[in-house]
């Protein structure tokens, strides 16, 4: 169909997302961004949908101004890291949230076809061309002696994929979720949000300050929550470091060599 869509009202990297219908919105996709991803998307978030989180429900795929589209429901927040920005005085109040919530998504145990955590790290350390092969061994060695998981882990679980709403905390962007281990789902949003800290991904000095602020209480408050794991989380953190070098990101890179040298 051909229809005038307006501005989009937020950009991401494979999609621009547009109004849609009273309570919808439309993902619509660059061209470059595969069918079968979108796909695969729409698979992903209808088993997560199903789980009973708080995430949006996903509609039809749809073929919109020679592009594809996929339909959300239209949920109204902001997404956790401008409250920050705003009220950073609430920030351990919703640091102690994001653990709450990270913790109730790692109850839901999955039975549906989605990928295995594992078999995910595995792709990304044999495809991290910046990780030298001594630590590409060693990665990999490291992840054959860590315990698997039956548990929805998020992949992506970060201040900026939580949207909060006047109904609570929703989670949006599920394209990452695997079926594994918890603790290793935390070592990677440690990965990310310390990794925007200790880079010029933050750049102001209080900024990066804050961050690894926030970043602390919510571990703490997970593990107060769930306790024990600990040391496990800690023998993921390079394992998942060493993954992350796969997104070729240049900021990065040798903040995630470090970590992985160091702790492999």
């Given at each position: 169909?051909?229809?005038?869509?307006?501005?989009?009202?937020?950009?991401?990297?494979?999609?621009?997302?547009?109004?849609?219908?009273?309570?919808?919105?439309?993902?619509?996709?660059?061209?470059?961004?595969?069918?079968?991803?979108?796909?695969?998307?729409?698979?992903?978030?209808?088993?997560?949908?199903?789980?009973?989180?708080?995430?949006?429900?996903?509609?039809?795929?749809?073929?919109?101004?020679?592009?594809?589209?996929?339909?959300?429901?239209?949920?109204?927040?902001?997404?956790?890291?401008?409250?920050?920005?705003?009220?950073?005085?609430?920030?351990?109040?919703?640091?102690?949230?994001?653990?709450?919530?990270?913790?109730?998504?790692?109850?839901?145990?999955?039975?549906?076809?989605?990928?295995?955590?594992?078999?995910?790290?595995?792709?990304?350390?044999?495809?991290?061309?910046a990780l030298l092969g001594h630590l590409q061994s060693k990665a990999l060695a490291a992840l054959e002696a860590m315990p698997d998981g039956d548990r929805l882990c998020h992949g992506d679980f970060h201040p900026g994929n939580i949207l909060l709403t006047p109904q609570g905390e929703?989670?949006?962007?599920?394209?990452?979720?695997?079926?594994?281990?918890?603790?290793?789902?935390?070592?990677?949003?440690?990965?990310?949000?310390?990794?925007?800290?200790?880079?010029?991904?933050?750049?102001?000095?209080?900024?990066?300050?804050?961050?690894?602020?926030?970043?602390?209480?919510?571990?703490?408050?997970?593990?107060?929550?769930?306790?024990?794991?600990?040391?496990?989380?800690?023998?993921?953190?390079?394992?998942?470091?060493?993954?992350?070098?796969?997104?070729?990101?240049?900021?990065?890179?040798?903040?995630?060599?470090?970590?992985?040298?160091?702790?492999?």
């Amino acid at each position: 169909m051909t229809t005038n869509l307006g501005k989009p009202i937020a950009y991401g990297r494979t999609a621009e997302i547009y109004a849609w219908h009273e309570d919808q919105v439309l993902k619509l996709f660059y061209n470059w961004y595969g069918l079968e991803n979108i796909e695969y998307e729409a698979r992903i978030a209808r088993v997560v949908y199903a789980s009973g989180l708080p995430v949006p429900a996903v509609g039809d795929i749809l073929r919109v101004n020679d592009r594809n589209g996929l339909v959300y429901q239209r949920v109204n927040g902001n997404p956790l890291n401008e409250i920050f920005k705003r009220k950073p005085w609430q920030g351990n109040h919703y640091a102690r949230r994001m653990a709450v919530l990270h913790g109730k998504l790692h109850t839901s145990t999955v039975t549906a076809d989605i990928p295995y955590q594992r078999q995910r790290l595995v792709d990304k350390i044999q495809h991290a061309a910046a990780l030298l092969g001594h630590l590409q061994s060693k990665a990999l060695a490291a992840l054959e002696a860590m315990p698997d998981g039956d548990r929805l882990c998020h992949g992506d679980f970060h201040p900026g994929n939580i949207l909060l709403t006047p109904q609570g905390e929703i989670i949006i962007d599920w394209t990452d979720a695997t079926r594994g281990n918890p603790l290793s789902d935390l070592a990677r949003t440690t990965i990310l949000i310390c990794g925007a800290a200790e880079t010029s991904q933050i750049g102001n000095v209080f900024e990066k300050a804050f961050v690894k602020t926030i970043h602390d209480e919510y571990i703490r408050h997970y593990f107060k929550l769930h306790p024990g794991g600990e040391q496990e989380y800690r023998r993921w953190l390079p394992i998942v470091a060493a993954a992350r070098l796969s997104e070729n990101i240049p900021e990065l890179e040798k903040w995630l060599i470090f970590q992985a040298d160091m702790g492999l």
